[in-house]
């Protein structure tokens, strides 16, 4: 008789994983010296991205996702290239494609004409995400809703253990924030400064990172800039920043990138 | 008489959300030394925004405005829940110059918050042109949860009808825990009282 789940470990069931084969402080040079991203495919979770944006570029993949009003708990996905009506998703998109430029954007659009059904249908995003085995997502957006804490929670543990990383930046005030605050994931929140391979952790949480959020410039749709402020761009700084280390070290679980942004930020130790 | 938030009155009275939400805006406005403040409120189909109160420059053509969910930066502060702030809103080529013409004020900088109710966003609070922005996102919070605690404590009010005066109807809000709800009644107390002092003006 053996307990649940001891067969995982047996001899030709048990998987070799990759570590962390580091000799020396783990520095930003061998953390994603040389990567360019180059393989790793990030999703963005947001309104779009306007893909004639030259800071932008080609996108890989399009999803747009939309609750449909006319079957209550349905999402309806809809392949095929798409617009960016509010501006946000080009903005992390730009954010991300600066850090990684080889990188293969996805667009999972989860913004639509009605507010009917949005945590549904950003879990909806989420689960295609890690279905289609995305390396790292980034979720400029979060829900406060409580009944959505425990589907959110087992998401972020598919994610974990199917090795997408979730970047997500937390709420830019104090209020509950699924799937931001759960320990899986990687929460981001903007800190002062523009350096963007700057990064701040703090062992605290709610939010574990902090990178650059305030007065950002970024790319707009139309073809030009913005300078705004939020949380919600300081994730994609990140999520550049796991799209390089990906693209050097391949196979890396989360809670591994997780350390390498611990140790490479402004006050490891 | 000019004077926002006025319409919030004593006991016996309907209770008056729009007259609270334009004290809340006034509130914002004068704290952060804003040119206006507007909150948008979903519609019931949640497919729009739509001006319920507004106070400073252009308050008077902005109340009754619609702005579509689905595109735009109201759009997607509450389709996201999430607060943005803007510097300058010129480089925006799909800024909505018409409507804020129409309304009689375009703004170069914004910050805009969701108002959240029950877990979701309903609402939006608009800043323009704000000249303090320190802890701006904390205190439009809180400010966008007393909203919230009006818009909830109408929508109570509408299904139950009640006899009772304002603070019987304000006791009915939705979705809030204690300290919430006595801070909630609390400032709009205090904002009534700034009101009926009549010290806010356009």
Same mark, same amino acid.
Request: hydrophobic letters at 45%; aromatic letters at 6%; charged letters at 20%.
């Given at each position: 008789?053996?307990?649940?789940?001891s067969?995982?470990?047996?001899?030709?069931?048990?998987?070799?994983?990759?570590?962390?084969a580091?000799?020396?402080?783990?520095?930003?040079?061998?953390?994603?010296?040389?990567?360019?991203?180059?393989?790793?495919?990030?999703?963005i979770?947001?309104?779009?991205?306007? +893909?004639? $944006?030259?800071?932008?570029?080609?996108?890989?993949?399009?999803?747009?996702?939309?609750? +449909?009003i006319?079957? !209550?708990?349905?999402v309806?996905t809809?392949d095929?290239? $798409?617009?960016?009506?509010h501006?946000?998703?080009?903005a992390?998109?730009?954010?991300?494609?600066?850090?990684?430029?080889d990188?293969?954007?996805?667009?999972?659009?989860?913004?639509?004409?009605?507010?009917?059904?949005?945590?549904?249908?950003?879990?909806?995003?989420?689960?295609?995400?890690?279905? $289609?085995?995305?390396?790292?997502?980034?979720?400029?957006?979060?829900?406060s809703?409580? +009944?959505?804490?425990?589907?959110f929670h087992?998401?972020?543990?598919?994610?974990?253990?199917?090795?997408?990383?979730?970047?997500?930046? %937390?709420?830019?005030?104090?209020?509950?924030?699924?799937?931001?605050?759960?320990?899986?994931?990687?929460?981001?929140?903007?800190?002062?400064?523009? +350096?963007?391979?700057?990064? !701040?952790?703090?062992?605290?949480?709610?939010?574990?990172f902090?990178a650059?959020?305030l007065?950002?410039?970024?790319p707009?749709?139309g073809?030009?800039?913005?300078?705004?402020?939020?949380?919600s761009?300081?994730?994609? $700084?990140?999520?550049?920043?796991?799209?390089? %280390?990906?693209?050097k070290?391949?196979?890396?679980?989360?809670f591994?990138?997780k350390?390498?942004?611990?140790?490479?930020?402004?006050?490891?130790? | 008489?000019?004077?926002?938030g006025?319409?919030?009155?004593?006991?016996?009275?309907?209770?008056?959300?729009?007259?609270?939400l334009?004290?809340?805006?006034?509130? =914002?406005?004068?704290?952060?030394?804003? =040119?206006?403040?507007?909150?948008?409120? =979903? *519609?019931?189909?949640? *497919?729009?925004? &739509?001006?319920?109160?507004? *106070?400073?420059?252009?308050?008077e053509?902005a109340?009754?405005?619609v702005?579509?969910?689905?595109r735009?930066?109201?759009?997607? &502060? &509450?389709?996201?829940? #999430?607060?943005?702030?803007?510097?300058?809103?010129?480089?925006?080529?799909?800024?909505?110059?018409a409507?804020?013409?129409?309304?009689?004020y375009?703004? /170069?900088?914004?910050?805009?918050?969701?108002?959240?109710?029950?877990?979701?966003?309903?609402? &939006?609070?608009?800043?323009?042109?704000?000249?303090?922005?320190?802890?701006?996102?904390?205190?439009?919070?809180?400010?966008?949860?007393?909203?919230?605690?009006?818009?909830?404590?109408?929508?109570?009010?509408?299904?139950?009808?009640? #006899?009772?005066?304002?603070?019987?109807?304000?006791d009915?809000?939705?979705?809030?825990?204690?300290?919430?709800?006595?801070?909630?009644?609390?400032?709009?107390?205090?904002?009534?009282?700034? =009101?009926?002092?009549?010290?806010?003006? /356009?």
């Open positions: 008789m053996r307990p649940a789940w067969w995982q470990f047996d001899e030709g069931t048990l998987r070799p994983s990759p570590s962390l580091c000799v020396g402080p783990m520095t930003k040079e061998w953390a994603w010296g040389g990567s360019t991203g180059k393989g790793v495919k990030v999703g979770v947001d309104s779009g991205i306007d +893909d004639s $944006h030259p800071e932008v570029g080609a996108v890989a993949g399009w999803v747009a996702f939309e609750y +449909d006319a079957v !209550d708990g349905r309806r809809t095929g290239r $798409h617009d960016d009506a501006g946000h998703g080009t992390c998109a730009g954010i991300v494609r600066a850090a990684a430029p990188v293969e954007l996805y667009s999972l659009k989860v913004f639509g004409p009605s507010l009917k059904g949005k945590a549904r249908v950003f879990a909806a995003a989420v689960r295609w995400a890690i279905e $289609h085995e995305l390396d790292v997502v980034n979720m400029s957006l979060s829900t809703n409580p +009944d959505w804490f425990g589907p087992e998401l972020a543990d598919r994610a974990y253990f199917s090795r997408t990383a979730l970047v997500c930046a %937390i709420n830019n005030y104090e209020a509950l924030s699924y799937p931001s605050e759960f320990a899986s994931v990687i929460s981001v929140a903007a800190h002062e400064g523009m +350096d963007p391979l700057s990064l !701040d952790y703090n062992p605290a949480g709610p939010v574990e902090g650059p959020g007065d950002v410039r970024v707009w749709p073809g030009g800039w913005l300078t705004t402020t939020g949380n761009f300081a994730a994609p $700084h990140v999520a550049g920043l796991v799209a390089l %280390i990906l693209g070290h391949r196979g890396l679980a989360p591994q990138v350390s390498i942004l611990q140790a490479v930020s402004n006050l490891a130790q | 008489m000019g004077v926002e006025a319409a919030i009155a004593g006991p016996g009275d309907p209770l008056d959300v729009d007259g609270i334009t004290a809340i805006a006034a509130a =914002a406005r004068i704290g952060f030394s804003a =040119a206006a403040c507007s909150i948008l409120v =979903a *519609s019931e189909d949640e *497919s729009a925004l &739509v001006y319920r109160a507004s *106070s400073g420059a252009g308050a053509n109340v009754g405005t702005l579509p969910v689905g735009g930066i109201a759009g997607w &502060v &509450v389709s996201s829940g #999430q607060p943005i702030a803007i510097a300058d809103l010129s480089e925006d080529p799909r800024f909505d110059r409507t804020a013409s129409a309304i009689g375009v703004p /170069r900088s914004m910050v805009s918050m969701p108002i959240v109710l029950d877990g979701e966003p309903v609402g &939006v609070m608009h800043l323009l042109d704000p000249t303090r922005d320190d802890d701006a996102f904390e205190f439009l919070a809180a400010l966008a949860r007393a909203s919230a605690g009006a818009i909830a404590a109408g929508r109570r009010a509408d299904e139950l009808r009640p #006899q009772g005066d304002m603070a019987t109807a304000l009915l809000l939705l979705g809030m825990d204690e300290h919430d709800r006595s801070v909630a009644l609390e400032l709009v107390g205090v904002l009534a009282r700034h =009101a009926r002092g009549g010290a806010v003006g /356009r």
